[in-house]
């Protein structure tokens, strides 16, 4: 089989993923261990029996929904690659908003940031990569989240990030902090999309909360108040849908300048607030 030959039998049978073509190539050039531009340039090559098989059960389990991130390992995040394993959520192109706003809203000066329930590392990563001056301190209650957040960390060579273990605020130690940013489980048990696609094989914890999906920005909303400083910013990603409910709870635990954004597509995304 070559390589030409290989991409088009998978593309046909990925046609139920959102990208076909992608996930072909990805696929492969991990098998491979070259660069996508390899398969434009060398067409024409002939995979190994090896290679072929291989690539034949990776595609095998992406037809079945499981995460493409999680067969190669990596996910594209901000301007850089994550190692990513099932212990974590696969980075979302919305998420990298928060990075966004956050750095919209605080200068270059010395700042003291707490990414909860970093995961990956993804959002703590791109803020300390971007500002250098900054220190970040990442918690996640998953120690194994947090060893893979840390190896994301020195193989992007960031000094200027601390991880801690604990559940949201518990591990900051009632910092004096300017901002706090998360990404916490918001989706509702009931919801039917989480018997759907690649959400079935990411981890349950970090995706469902009680009470509609409110409970854990429930509670960050009211925890993030005896860690951040007067004026400091809380930033919560949210469900599209939550956003109304969102600024109900933020303005119910006293928080002022409340404001949701929207993401790419229009939806209501994350929304800040001050203390």
Do not use: C
């Amino acid at each position: 089989m070559q390589i030409k030959q290989a991409l088009s039998h998978a593309r046909s049978q990925l046609g139920a993923s959102e990208s076909p073509h992608l996930d072909a190539e990805l696929l492969l050039a991990y098998v491979l261990g070259k660069p996508r531009e390899y398969l434009i340039t060398w067409p024409e090559t002939v995979l190994e029996e090896s290679e072929q098989q291989a690539f034949l059960q990776l595609l095998q389990q992406r037809i079945s929904g499981y995460p493409i991130a999680y067969l190669i390992g990596t996910k594209g995040f901000w301007n850089f690659d994550l190692k990513v394993t099932a212990d974590v959520l696969v980075p979302r192109p919305e998420t990298e908003l928060l990075v966004e706003i956050i750095l919209k809203h605080l200068d270059t000066k010395k700042h003291l940031v707490a990414d909860l329930g970093t995961g990956s590392g993804a959002i703590a990563l791109a803020l300390a990569s971007e500002r250098p001056e900054w220190q970040i301190v990442a918690t996640d209650s998953s120690q194994a989240a947090l060893n893979l957040a840390g190896e994301n960390a020195k193989n992007l060579q960031l000094k200027n990030i601390e991880f801690r273990r604990g559940s949201w605020t518990a591990a900051l130690n009632g910092k004096n902090l300017d901002a706090i940013v998360s990404n916490p489980p918001y989706i509702d048990k009931a919801d039917m999309h989480l018997k759907q696609g690649d959400l079935r094989y990411e981890p349950v914890q970090a995706l469902v909360a009680e009470e509609q999906g409110l409970a854990d920005l429930r509670q960050i909303a009211a925890e993030a108040l005896d860690n951040l400083k007067p004026g400091g910013i809380l930033l919560m990603e949210h469900g599209y849908q939550q956003g109304e409910a969102v600024r109900h709870l933020l303005a119910q635990s006293g928080y002022n300048e409340i404001q949701t954004y929207r993401d790419l597509a229009g939806l209501e995304r994350a929304t800040l607030a001050r203390r």
